[in-house]
């Protein structure tokens, strides 16, 4: 199957050859030069983490280096559906809250690509049994374009950087963590009367990992 120039991703498979990914080169130097910027080269070698902040409707890459993480960009999010708070079941349009990890990238979104979370996950489950909800949803995703029902919209040219950077990491799937609003700029509130009672704790535990995510300061 012959390259498409106009489409970031073509799967490719010739006579006797297992399945290959053909980037389009100028997404890959837009990457390159996006991580020579914070000093580190492609591909990144430690994998990378997302942060994900609803209030401020963005999303922050951070690349994993052998002594801190180190923030590398961060994109507008174009379209989040839902308000503060969990989701809790199919239907409900909220884009989760918690620490998830990218499961599946696809090449041939609707959404030009996409990025799969694994909504639910083992902490969305167990409360789930605990409060007796069966119907959780999922197919989740960070995906491009500006409309989105439930996951997280970026846009076209942010998707197809954020999928080469995933695609070319080493060191494991990468991780995403979703907060209602940046804990690390302002104190962590408690949830309201309304909230489930388990949220406090997620939220301690967001706060803390956030913590070891320090924005550089910038200089005069």
């Given at each position: 199957?012959?390259?498409?120039?106009?489409?970031?991703?073509?799967?490719?498979?010739?006579?006797?050859?297992?399945?290959?990914?053909?980037?389009?080169?100028?997404?890959?130097?837009?990457?390159?030069?996006?991580?020579?910027?914070?000093?580190?080269?492609?591909?990144?070698?430690?994998?990378?983490?997302?942060?994900?902040?609803?209030?401020?409707k963005r999303l922050e890459?951070?690349?994993?280096?052998?002594?801190?993480?180190?923030?590398?960009?961060?994109?507008?999010?174009?379209?989040?559906?839902?308000?503060?708070?969990?989701?809790?079941?199919?239907?409900?349009?909220?884009?989760?809250?918690?620490?998830?990890?990218?499961?599946?990238?696809?090449?041939?979104?609707?959404?030009?690509?996409?990025?799969?979370?694994?909504?639910?996950?083992?902490?969305?489950?167990?409360?789930?049994?605990?409060?007796?909800?069966?119907?959780?949803?999922?197919?989740?995703?960070?995906?491009?374009?500006?409309?989105?029902?439930?996951?997280?919209?970026?846009?076209?040219?942010?998707?197809?950087?954020?999928?080469?950077?995933?695609?070319?990491?080493?060191?494991?799937?990468?991780?995403?963590?979703?907060?209602?609003?940046?804990?690390?700029?302002?104190?962590?509130?408690?949830?309201?009367?309304?909230?489930?009672?388990?949220?406090?704790?997620?939220?301690?535990?967001?706060?803390?990992?956030?913590?070891?995510?320090?924005?550089?300061?910038?200089?005069?």
């Amino acid at each position: 199957m012959a390259a498409d120039p106009d489409r970031l991703l073509v799967l490719v498979k010739e006579e006797g050859e297992e399945p290959v990914i053909r980037l389009r080169a100028d997404v890959e130097s837009q990457v390159r030069s996006l991580l020579r910027a914070v000093g580190l080269g492609y591909p990144l070698q430690r994998g990378i983490v997302l942060l994900v902040f609803k209030e401020e409707k963005r999303l922050e890459v951070w690349a994993n280096t052998e002594n801190a993480p180190r923030f590398v960009t961060d994109y507008p999010a174009l379209a989040m559906s839902g308000h503060a708070g969990p989701k809790q079941r199919r239907g409900d349009h909220q884009v989760p809250e918690g620490i998830y990890r990218i499961v599946w990238l696809n090449p041939n979104s609707a959404f030009h690509l996409s990025l799969k979370l694994d909504y639910p996950n083992t902490f969305d489950l167990q409360r789930a049994e605990e409060e007796s909800r069966t119907d959780l949803g999922g197919d989740i995703f960070i995906h491009g374009g500006a409309a989105s029902v439930g996951c997280v919209a970026i846009g076209d040219g942010a998707i197809e950087e954020l999928f080469v950077m995933n695609l070319m990491a080493g060191d494991g799937p990468t991780e995403v963590i979703i907060a209602p609003y940046d804990f690390r700029q302002r104190p962590l509130q408690e949830p309201s009367s309304t909230q489930p009672v388990w949220l406090s704790r997620l939220y301690q535990e967001i706060a803390a990992r956030l913590a070891g995510y320090r924005l550089p300061v910038a200089s005069d």
